[in-house]
């Protein structure tokens, strides 16, 4: 080889590196639909339903934070966060699969805590665990889940189905989940420095944004009233990496721009509150804050009416433009940031 | 909480532990034929067919030692493991999901090198890898890997499903995974000791094993073999715990006894040559090694012959026997070893 021999993950990112992934999958089978590069892969069956999957890695140190996450409450996030892919695509989970490898400072009784929590949310979607791999590990915490589930062909929503003039809609609010692990990390770094032993933070005027981090729920009342109203959106994302990152991915994965209008992000009082506390402007977290699991979505505007008599919590907050426009940031101001899709 | 609050894992061990774990598996889905405790979990397609599901996790210093281990073959063995566990159900496995933590010490070269085996053995298997997570670690690498595969309902084959008459009947030869594990580990501490930079160790001797630890692939040759003979047996399971761990795992399954003859157990020339060498008793590395990847079954006696003449490469090592027989290891000689299994 005379190229590089040594190129640090961090120079190409790990979009770059799954870009370079993306030219190793094996065999091409002639059932798979998409691939890498949806919420979910999809399969088609014999029978014409398509099967969805989708999988993810959580390790302790870097998706969470034992110092303020209690096991119940990451075994129902991950859980949360699995399925919440299977709903993207206007899918139905079935079952889950959990491989957890456990550190020995680790108790039995904790790691049940853990299940318990992987168990509650799965009675709370309608899944069931159907098997895994629990193993001992030498470092951290690690728990990978992968969900399955099943659409028909004619009700599965990509991320690529977009056009010009669509309206782009967002469920409930946003930047949510960021303020509550902002106020959990500004606790946790109160809790080391004072070196108390039994820190307990009053965290009762930041309930909601901390329940948003520690405790969310996939949008599932979303996605049965897509069922009632007959609405079928064009294109679906769940928002884990902020709304700027989803509707980047719905647009170009469609072949379009986009405009969003900021003043229509949804945004709860709370989340304003600590943002206002923490002197940050609330539009980053609502823009770039994770884990929300609320679901972005693309409608024809005269669906708009026709979904809000089933399901009233969602925006309007932008609309889908032509390729050229790339992506359009307008605060209804005098500014308008452009971000280069293409 | 009056019980007991902190109890270590290895008190129960990883087994109790799934036993606890079984306890919270969310909802009781009906599609749901078998989900924790066989070698893949079992779910009912709408159109009669079944869907085979198993997942697995690896971690760096628990699962496999980077000082000796290539990350193409790496990649590669990951795949064999998780499509082991389909095969073994007689399932047809058609994708995989891949999640990937990885610590900022590897470079992409060595990241794509994984994927190159990953993507290598798809190939060998005709599977494709259709998803999966790609994220930082701040400790080691850790790798999760989740099969999907389909069965007509008749061919399916469990665990359970071993008859007292039943012969006992592995493929190939068993306890060279763990004869190269031992050369590689001997080598390594040579290599630390020796405190040599470039240290090449001279493995011609002991190819074979060392290619069954590193590059050990599942045998697809007796899952088609199969198809071809007509011959079904009873019960079925993947060698990736050594065979006394497999045979119990049937036999209690399907509430048998077991007799295994221990002189009748397949091992290789060069296996025993390198447990002479390590002045080991051999038949710990056929009963206890794992990750031999050899299929363990069982047959009726006169489907034995039928097989063989599609399939050559399988020895009778035992019988299945009533309940009460327990596991008996019986050596030929005077000694014969009791396992209770209830």
């Known amino acids: 080889m005379e190229s590089k021999e040594f190129t640090q993950i961090q120079e190409i990112g790990f979009s770059g590196l799954v870009e370079k992934f993306k030219g190793f999958t094996g065999s091409k089978r002639p059932e798979v639909i998409t691939g890498i590069g949806d919420d979910s892969a999809i399969t088609k069956n014999p029978d014409g339903k398509l099967i969805c999957t989708s999988s993810e890695i959580f390790l302790e ?14 075994g129902y996030k991950i859980v949360t966060a699995a399925v919440s892919d299977i709903f993207a695509m206007n899918a139905e ?6 491989n957890i490898a456990i550190p020995n400072k680790y108790s039995v009784e904790l790691m049940e805590d853990l299940y318990r929590g992987l168990s509650t949310a799965c009675k709370d979607y309608n899944i069931q665990i159907t098997g895994g791999d629990t193993t001992a590990s030498h470092s951290v ?37 960021l303020a509550g692990l902002r106020i959990l990390m500004r606790e946790k770094k109160y809790w080391q ?22 405790l969310p729920k996939a949008r599932t009342s979303f996605i049965k009233a897509l069922e009632k109203s007959s609405v079928k959106p064009g294109a679906m994302i769940d928002v884990t990496q902020g709304i700027i990152n989803e509707i980047q991915a719905i647009a170009k994965s469609s072949g379009c721009g986009a405009t969003i209008y900021s003043p229509a992000v949804p945004i709860s009082f709370e989340t304003r509150n600590v ?4 002197k940050e402007d609330v539009d980053k ?27 009233e919590d969602f925006s309007v907050i932008g609309q889908i433009e032509k390729k ?7 605060s209804g101001e005098d500014s308008t940031i452009k971000i280069d899709l293409y």
């Open 61 to 74: 140190g870097v998706h969470f934070d034992l110092s303020y996450t209690p096991f119940h409450h990451l």
């Open 93 to 98: 989970p079935n079952q889950v699969l959990v």
């Open 141 to 177: 915490l690690a728990v990978s889940i992968t969900a399955i589930g099943f659409v028909e062909e004619e009700k599965l929503i990509k991320r690529s189905g977009a056009s010009e003039g669509d309206l782009i809609c967002v469920t409930g609010d946003l930047g949510a989940a």
């Open 193 to 214: 420095d004072s070196g108390e032993k039994n820190f307990s933070p009053d965290l009762s005027d930041y309930q909601y944004v901390v329940q948003r981090q520690l």
């Open 275 to 278: 943002a206002d506390e923490m």
């Open 285 to 311: 977290y609502a823009f770039y804050g994770g884990e929300d699991f609320e679901i972005l979505f693309t409608l024809k505007e005269h669906e708009v009416e026709k979904l809000k008599t089933e399901f």
């Open 324 to 330: 050229e426009n790339q992506l359009l940031i307008n």
